[in-house]
């Protein structure tokens, strides 16, 4: 077993044993076994199981977890406010303003567009946005 999850196996061990003990005597049982543990890991198991045993304890925060998917939703949601600014401008653009003539040209990841209206360079950027983080966020999830 490798020190990492030595130290990892020991803290869930204690948080699970902590849970059952009365609020009062969680600190003298920590320390009990954390005296109880080898040299190496008393001092990450420690902080880890404090830190936890703070954050449970506090009213109104949620035990920490571990969920890539929240993140991944929150870049998604990001990138779909990026892709409707980028679809309301290039309207914008190109319907009600209709004087939007000017050579856009990008590279980006590999692909490249030129174009003589900026509205329809608008409407590109959109797409790449899209597929590019779109398709990031499905493989991830």
Not at 101 to 122: A, Q, R, Y
Request: glycine share 8%.
């Amino acid at each position: 077993m490798s020190k990492k999850e030595s130290w990892r196996l020991a803290s869930d061990n204690i948080i699970r044993e902590l849970a059952n003990v009365a609020p009062e005597d969680r600190l003298k049982c920590l320390q009990e076994r954390v005296a109880s543990l080898p040299d190496g890991d008393r001092e990450m198991v420690a902080h880890f199981v404090s830190l936890t045993a703070l954050i449970v304890s506090t009213p109104g925060q949620e035990a920490p977890t571990m969920s890539r998917h929240r993140h991944i939703s929150l870049i998604t949601a990001m990138s779909l406010m990026a892709m409707v600014i980028l679809i309301v401008a290039g309207i914008y653009l190109v319907v009600i303003r209709g004087g939007d003539d000017g050579s856009s040209k990008f590279h980006i990841l590999g692909s490249g567009v030129e174009t003589s209206s900026v509205g329809v360079g608008c409407f590109t950027l959109a797409g790449l946005v899209f597929l590019f983080v779109a398709r990031k966020a499905l493989n991830r999830i």
